[in-house]
C-alpha cells in the first residue's frame, strides 16, 4: 500500500448483479478511484464554473474524514433558487463534511440509494456524487462497505477496455476540477497503481469483520488501532505521518489480529448493545 498522507477520489455505480461470496448473496457496487497527495487544494469556484459549462445539473461531494463527529454541508452553488427545479442552469452543488462511521453507519447509508429524495426525483444521490476520503486505506473502506453487505470491486476484467459510465464521471470530475492538460492523473496512476490493484478481496481475512456484527464496533476499534500505531491519543482530521516506514499500519490483516486480542471486549459490546436494544 502506501502512506495515509493521501486522498481518494471515488466515483461509484450500481452493479445490476448481485455476487455470491461463498455462502453469502452480496450486492455488488463498481468503483472507480483517482489518488492525489493529502495537500492536494480543491479551487471551488473554479470547479462549479467548469461543472455548470458541462451542464452538469446535480452533484454532491462527500468529504469522508475519519474519526470527527460532526457534519457539515455547504451549498457551492450561492446562486441556486430552492423555488426552481433543478436544471443545468439551476444546478444543485453541495459539499458534504462527514465523519466515516456517519457515512457507514445503516440510515445514511440507505439514505445513498434512495430514489425519493428532494433534487434527486428518480435518481439516487450515489449516481450523482464523488466520495473523497483522506487518509483511510483502501482495504478499510472495502471493509466498510463489506459491513453494509456490498462488495466493493473494480468491475469485470472483460470489460477494462470499455470506458465504464463510473470511470467517465470521475474523469469528467477531475476535468471540472483540473482543466485537460494539467492533471494528476498520470501522477496518481504511476503512483498509486499499486494500491489500485491490490488484491484487498482475501475473504479469509475480510470475513472475521463479519464477527463485529455492527459499524459502531468497528469504527471504534478502528480509531483504537490508528491511536495505538500513530502513538497518539488525538486523532483529528489533519493527522499525518511523521515517519516513512507505516506499512505495518496499512495492513488490514494486522488490524484483524488486533480485533482478535480484543475479542472478550468485542463480545461484552455486543451483550450490551444487544441488551439495550430489547
Known sequence: MTKLNQRIFMAINFS?????VQ??????????IWISPKQYEIDYVSLCK???????????????????????VRSLNDEFRTDLAVSSDNPYYIKLNIGLEEFFNNEHFSHLTNTNIKHF????????????????????????FKLQNVLLTAGSKN??????????RLSLFNTCLEGYKLNTIIESYHN???????????????????????????????????????????LNHNFNLKKNN????????????????????IAEKIRKQNKSTI
Request: hydrophobic share 45%.
Open 121 to 144: 426525483e428518480n435518481d439516487t444521490m450515489i449516481n450523482n456524487s464523488i466520495f473523497i476520503f483522506n487518509s483511510i486505506p483502501l482495504a478499510f473502506i472495502i471493509a466498510a
Open 246 to 265: 507505516v506499512d505495518d499500519l496499512l495492513k488490514f490483516s494486522e488490524f484483524i489480529e488486533f480485533c482478535k486480542s480484543r475479542k472478550d471486549e
Open 50 to 72: 467548469r461543472l455548470k459549462i458541462l451542464t452538469c445539473s446535480k452533484l454532491i461531494i462527500y468529504d469522508i474524514i475519519p474519526f470527527i463527529k460532526t457534519k457539515s
Open 23 to 32: 455462502d453469502k448473496f452480496m450486492k455488488n457496487w463498481i468503483y472507480s
Open 159 to 168: 470489460h477494462r477496455g470499455i470506458l465504464s459510465p463510473v470511470h467517465h
Open 192 to 234: 498509486y497503481n499499486k494500491l489500485a490493484i491490490l488484491p484487498v478481496f482475501n475473504h479469509t481475512v475480510l470475513d472475521h469483520i463479519d464477527t463485529l456484527q455492527r459499524t459502531s464496533i468497528f469504527f471504534g476499534l478502528l480509531e483504537e488501532f490508528f491511536r495505538m500505531k500513530l502513538n497518539t491519543t488525538n
Open 16 to 20: 445490476t448483479q448481485g455476487i455470491q
